[in-house]
């Protein structure tokens, strides 16, 4: 039991040692994004054609990178100002992936292997590109919920109660905003990177073996089960590398589908999705993702990946 108990410690430890640095750039990246860039940014960039603007929503967290704990109110905000549906669902799915932290992260989560990376935006941009197309001709005003509550609860419109940081009151000093930001949020964030390296150990250290195989060794419950795994721990993107990577007794399609559902729906992002959009909007942004990733996974799977 001794020896159970140090391997768990160790593993744990490892996890969050190597994913904290990832976690503190992506903190601190969010945070200068946040001060610096104007709103507008996103909207002078868009092409007039459609798929043109589903592909700009789709790649513009390489240029604008954020977290998904943040990024429902800035499509919120996005589409308030005129920004077609089209642009701004695929970027508020797409953007916690797509962006150079989190394709860093994975690279160094899965040792430099490109093949992951390229799986795990795959995974993202199909269900990503399909809800812009599908939407992307409705007004914002149907888009987003009538009447739905302000989820800056009086401090801000970023505010959605994370706790990220990005509600704070601006004080007039950009480098002493960023600075206060990134703290926040890495703190914030740092709290479900804990809580995901514990029970990726104790799945690897306490859970009987030939249970694990069983699980680990039917791609149906492999999926599905990192998949909810995923939504229930909410572990950053810029983390859940690292989580992901040391589950390493389940196919690598299992994996690739857990980092790639966490972004888009987790236990932080449905109930934002049910504040901010319209109801069938909401339940398509949950219930597509879902679906699709699923289905990518399982037929990647059974192609041999």
């Not at 020896?3 to 160790?10: K, P, V, Y």
């Not at 690739?256 to 888009?264: D, L, N, R, S």
Request: glycine fraction near 8%; include cysteine.
């Amino acid at each position: 039991m001794a020896e159970d108990l140090a391997l768990f410690s160790i593993t744990a430890t490892a996890i969050v040692i190597e994913a904290a640095p990832f976690l503190l750039l992506g903190s601190l990246l969010g945070a200068i994004i946040e001060v610096m860039v104007p709103d507008e940014a996103l909207a002078r960039l868009l092409p007039r054609n459609a798929v043109g603007q589903v592909a700009v929503g789709l790649f513009a967290g390489m240029i604008l990178p954020t977290c998904e704990c943040g990024i429902v109110p800035i499509a919120r905000r996005l589409l308030q100002k005129g920004v077609p549906p089209r642009t701004a669902l695929p970027y508020m799915m797409a953007a916690p992936v797509v962006n150079p932290v989190v394709i860093a992260s994975t690279l160094y989560a899965f040792q430099g292997d490109v093949t992951v990376v390229l799986l795990r935006i795959l995974l993202v941009i199909v269900p990503a590109a399909g809800l812009g197309l599908a939407l992307g001709n409705l007004p914002g005003h149907l888009v987003l919920r009538q009447g739905a509550l302000p989820l800056d609860h009086g401090c801000g419109e970023h505010d959605h109660g994370c706790g990220c940081g990005c509600c704070s009151h601006a004080s007039g000093n950009r480098l002493k905003d960023i600075f206060l930001h990134t703290a926040a949020e890495f703190v914030s964030m740092a709290r479900f990177l804990v809580l995901g390296a514990v029970v990726a150990s104790a799945f690897k250290t306490f859970l009987p073996p030939a249970i694990l195989t069983y699980i680990s060794d039917n791609t149906f419950l492999a999926i599905g089960g990192l998949m909810a795994l995923a939504i229930l721990l909410s572990v950053c993107s810029e983390a859940d590398a690292f989580v992901a990577a040391s589950l390493a007794g389940f196919p690598l399609t299992s994996q690739v589908a857990f980092m790639a559902i966490g972004p888009m729906v987790d236990l932080k992002l449905v109930p934002m999705f049910l504040a901010v959009f319209n109801r069938r909007i909401a339940i398509a942004l949950t219930v597509v993702p879902l679906v699709v990733v699923f289905v990518l996974a399982y037929f990647l799977a059974l192609g041999g990946w």
